[in-house]
């Protein structure tokens, strides 16, 4: 259990990145006045936290109503975990934890970002929504250990509501090389849980037997 818990949080930790979204969030509303961003950091929580559920307890339902295997579910989320991780690694801009360029262009022009870009894609964004169906569905309907995943992502999800209410402290300690140094750190611990996922649908779809 506290393997699943370990893994969970890690992996959403990396995935969501609340010191990354709070120094996004920051730099997007810099003309904003705190109570302008108090109320979107709540919202934005609130819905990201609404969209997350929804994937980690129907994700895998969906995808077995479209006939999408256990093992490629595995093995696809392993893969897009993994060039999550790389790019971490290498400290470049990923679609998959934050926003484009483009995107983050168009929230600039944007008074209330609660919606786009806050709540998706830089908190729920598709790695972390993957991550969410692949970590629900390695549990195999054992309630105990959704319930320790659910638990992981609540947690990681309250202390990216608490980086958001404190975004401009946060981006102002670390800079831009601290962010860096963190993010390169989680990406090669995520790097590795995504090989290991890979390794496990390979396993399981029988390709090597």
Request: with cysteine; charged share 10%; aromatic share 6%.
């Amino acid at each position: 259990m506290l393997e699943t818990a370990a893994i969970a949080f890690t992996t959403f930790f990396v995935t969501i990145s609340p010191i990354e979204a709070a120094a996004m969030f920051a730099a997007i509303t810099p003309d904003s006045s705190a109570a302008h961003r108090r109320a979107m950091a709540i919202r934005g929580s609130l819905i990201a936290g609404g969209i997350m559920l929804v994937f980690a307890l129907f994700g895998e339902s969906l995808l077995s109503t479209l006939g999408i295997s256990l093992a490629a579910l595995r093995t696809s989320g392993g893969i897009l975990l993994l060039l999550i991780g790389i790019d971490m690694v290498f400290a470049r801009s990923s679609g998959g934890t934050s926003t484009t360029d483009d995107e983050t262009q168009e929230a600039a022009g944007k008074t209330d970002i609660s919606v786009f870009p806050l709540a998706t894609p830089l908190i729920a964004g598709p790695g972390a929504m993957g991550a969410a169906i692949l970590l629900m569905a390695n549990a195999q309907g054992e309630w105990k250990t959704q319930a320790v995943v659910i638990a992981c992502l609540l947690a990681v999800l309250l202390m990216t509501f608490i980086a958001l209410l404190g975004a401009t402290y946060i981006q102002k300690v670390l800079g831009v090389t601290g962010l860096h140094v963190i993010s390169r750190i989680f990406g090669v611990l995520l790097s590795a849980l995504a090989v290991q996922f890979i390794f496990d649908g390979i396993r399981q779809s029988g390709l090597l037997a």
